[in-house]
């Protein structure tokens, strides 16, 4: 029997979108560690440098380099991606499983009206909110994703443990008389797996993209530096004739969220094959 | 004097794999004659379903060949025909019933919407004359009032009524051959009596050829002219159910049909399992492929494959048949 | 073994007038029934799919709740049960379900999936656990080295296995089993029901075997019941119910198994309704809309539970039947 990891090695597009996310997977590491981008506010060159060899993607407005720019900015999103995918990951499934199992209380009438009210707020109206409240706290923006972003996996989830508590052996787990909790934990949420992992990659390409709007904004991050503040910066330059720091960002997260999504189809495929195997 | 609506010979059926071909089913032969019903029996994964997809030429798998000296179908090769006459023979000469009429039904039609969409695509014009062939077939399978079943959804039906509709629209061309795919496992016993019935009933007034593939052989029994016992991808035996049942040649026609419970006034003797089970098409043994589960093999049978002997309108191959 | 032996008047398990509805009570799934089952005998529980069975041996699990009567094991409400006499008699209950395919958690091994319930109810030492674990797959056929697999490596009949040790490893009193051999291909349903007659006679279990097949409820009961539309039509014992069946339904039911009658030709109101459990008038007898030999009185009255004596009354347990063709003062003559 192959494993999801062996047919994914079969799929050329899968792999290559994995190998886009492992090299910016691994800048953002250096970046952590301390290794590459540190230099990103230093002024090391004069106003709007073109490329050279000491500034390979050239210098800003304030003779910054791009280049660590452009590798710090990797950073931030995945700080972002991962910390909002992580948290709401979590919120989803642990409520979504909640809602699922005890289909039609209390709980599940709860938790579907806050999903329903959360869902119809319109969600920069909802961030500027939230970034307005906690007064410029560079976490404001992580929560107010994490808030809305858990309703589509609660909502997937709900309905899978719907249809899995109708299955014959969770029915034996409650007949032998086992707690809700440990049927949920051992017997239910383990076979929603292949769904929580496409959901999960979808919700990272989801969170950093919206990170890039809203510094785009000047709602997401204050102090660091990513692709959307770039992008922010590019829209003057544009127009003098600089194209730098708007190339750079763009082409940056074009790949990235080209190789999430290359990523992600292929591994919905290797799940759907094993799911109609087994 | 019988003759041969369709008539199998020799079709082979392997499919490829990283550690060479395999075969799914090896030198299957058999015919059936108009008006008549045969049997196809033998356990799950055994090729009963390949062959009737073999048949009709649609596998379901990439990687799959299909070998024969001819598919004959009223006197036409199947296998000689291109793409565009093989689609207007499906469904208009020869059809096919499945196991579960829920998935093979289409939810968002109703089912007069789904029967008159084959109807029209074999060659009936006309929404009105489509509208009343439809109807005519829905009535034929003993629906007393067709309109409301052909505005239903197939949600809307019961189990039994689905596969019904199934029928109407598998006879809708009037197909000189049926091929009914387990087409009451799934449906309680009083069901599956009434749609026996009504295939009965279709095949005595327009003379269809029926293949009835079933792993119950009591249905076999009631239903069945001939009765061919598949077993690995290979006939076994083939012979009428009446001396199938009592007096079984091949050991694993005998031990098929040890394993049916008996239904007596008496509390009957514990059942006799044959024991092990069906080998994985992909780990086939040598020889003959019942041997390793057989109590009458020799050593021969590990080694060569019995040839199939006819002898007075039964064949069997095996080389220690039952007395 | 056991240690609480049930007094031998006592049945193991004895429902009386259970009742289950879904849908706020809207529709009735079973309708007031009552039969028992002795220690280290069969029932076998006979009906068309939707006539209620399943939901019976789920308020015997409580999977579902009961809307009235009892459900009595060794005497005891399963229902109005406290948690620690629950966990005991949950011990005592296990069930095999159909599908074998879907009764096995596929992200767990065999391992893990036959040691839970033994973990659950604190069974043994780990080292016993495991010995018992074996020691069950032996008796079931399989070998121990299957262990570490999962479900999706056997064989449908080699996963019904799996969920038949996982329903002995506790040492069950009683064992449901709900359509456990119907999805199988004749000759893996023949492994099985030997399997199940073969640890009957080595452990002495009880068995409610729920199925739509008549001739594997020959094979295996000692009492047949048979439900229709939620009410239970009639209880005999098994040589009872084959050699004389009292209700016009079981004689149907038998005449459409039996070989070596012509199968009687049916109206579509006889069969295309099996789960029509709706539309019950409680004034008329269930069965009075498909039934051959209907009489003016079964449209209005609804047919008392008699129990029919015989002259001779050698038999073992009572033949009770719902139908207005017995009264009180019939006799049968055999």
Known sequence: MESVWQRLRSDGYGMLGFYIIAVFALAALLVWSGLLGQSWAVVSGGRWESISSTHWFGTNLLGQDILQRTLFSSATAFEVGLSVTILSTLLGTVLGALAGWFRSSWLDELILWVKGVLDSIPFYLFAAAIAFALQGNRWAMHLAMVITFWTTTARIIRGEVIRLKQREFVEAARAIGLPPRTIIFRHVLPNTSHIVLVQATIVFVAAIKTEVILSFLGLGIQNGVSWGLMLAESSQEVLAGHFGNFAAASIALFLLLVGFNLLADSLQDAMDKRRSVS | ?323 | ?334
């Open chain 2, 1 to 323: 004097m019988n003759t041969a609506v369709l008539e199998v010979r020799d079709l082979n059926l392997s499919i490829d794999s990283s550690n060479g071909p395999h075969q799914l089913l090896d030198g299957v032969s058999f015919s059936i004659n108009a008006g008549e019903t045969t049997g196809l029996v033998g356990e799950s994964g055994c090729g009963k379903s390949m062959t009737a997809l073999a048949i009709l030429g649609v596998l379901p798998a990439t990687g799959m060949t299909i070998r024969s000296a001819g598919i004959m179908l009223n006197g036409e090769d199947l296998t000689a025909l291109n793409h565009a006459q093989r689609r207007r023979v499906l469904g208009q000469d020869i059809s096919m019933v499945f196991q579960q009429p829920a998935t093979a039904l289409d939810p968002v039609f109703t089912l007069g919407q789904q029967i008159a969409a084959t109807v029209h695509r074999h060659g009936i014009s006309g929404r009105k004359a489509c509208r009343q062939t439809m109807l005519e077939s829905l009535e034929l399978v003993g629906f007393s009032q067709p309109e409301k079943i052909a505005a239903a959804y197939p949600h809307e039906l019961s189990g039994g009524m689905r596969q019904l509709s199934m029928i109407a629209m598998a006879t809708v061309c009037k197909p000189a051959v049926l091929i009914a795919d387990e087409p009451t496992t799934a449906l309680d016993v009083s069901t599956q009596l009434m749609i026996l019935q009504q295939l009965k009933r279709l095949q005595t007034e327009y003379k269809t050829a029926i293949l009835l593939i079933s792993h119950d052989l009591n249905i076999i029994r009631q239903c069945c002219h001939t009765v061919l016992v598949m077993y690995c991808g290979r006939l076994l035996e083939s012979t009428d159910p009446e001396s199938l049942f009592s007096h079984p040649r091949h050991p694993y026609s005998a031990g098929l049909l040890g394993c049916i419970p008996k239904l007596s006034a008496t509390r009957p003797p514990p059942i006799n399992a044959i024991a092990g089970q069906v080998p994985a098409l992909t780990d086939l043994p040598p020889g003959c492929h019942f041997a390793p589960r057989c109590d009458r093999a020799i050593a021969q049978c590990r080694h060569t494959a019995p040839e199939p002997e006819s002898d007075n309108g039964r064949t069997v191959a095996c080389f220690r048949p039952m007395p």
């Open chain 3, 1 to 334: 073994m056991t240690s609480q032996r049930t007094h031998p008047a006592h049945p193991l398990l004895e429902l009386r007038n259970l009742s289950i509805s879904f849908r706020d009570r809207r529709q009735i799934a079973v309708d007031r029934v009552s039969f028992s089952v002795l220690k280290g005998q069969t029932l076998g529980l006979v009906g068309a799919s939707g006539a209620g069975k399943s939901s019976v041996a789920r308020a015997i699990l409580r999977l579902v709740q009961a809307d009235g009567g009892e459900i009595l094991f060794k005497g005891e409400d399963i229902h109005r049960m406290k948690s620690q006499q629950l966990m005991a008699a949950r011990q005592r209950i296990q069930i095999v379900f159909q599908e074998p395919s879907r009764s096995l958690s596929p992200k767990r091994t065999v391992a893990e999936s036959l040691l839970e319930p033994l973990q659950h109810f604190a069974i043994g030492s780990p080292t016993e656990r495991s010995r018992k674990v074996k020691k069950i797959l032996l008796t079931v056929g399989l070998d121990h080295d299957v262990l570490h697999h999962y479900p999706h490596q056997f064989s449908t009949g080699q996963k019904q296995r799996i969920a038949i040790a996982r329903a002995l490893v506790t040492k069950p009193d009683l064992v449901i089993a709900d359509e456990a051999v119907s999805s199988l291909d004749v000759s893996v349903q023949a492994q099985i029901l030997q399997l199940i007659q073969t640890l009957q006679a080595e452990y002495g279990i009880a068995f409610l075997f729920i199925s739509h097949d008549l001739a594997v409820i020959r094979q295996i009961a000692d009492g047949v019941a048979v439900m229709y539309r939620g009410q239970l039509l009639e209880q005999a014992p098994a040589d009872t119910f084959f050699s004389q069946p009292a209700h016009p339904y079981s004689r149907l039911l038998l005449s459409l198994a039996s070989l070596d009658e012509p199968s009687p030709v049916l109206n579509h109101q006889q069969q295309l309704n099996p789960d029509g459990i709706t539309n019950h008038r409680p004034s008329a007898c269930v069965y009075s809309a498909g039934c051959a030999e209907v009489m003016p009185v079964c449209g209005q009255s609804e047919p008392a539970r008699i129990e029919i004596k015989y002259k001779n009354q050698n038999m073992r347990g009572s033949h009770c039947v719902r139908c207005h063709l017995y009264d009180e003062t019939n006799i049968n003559e055999t």
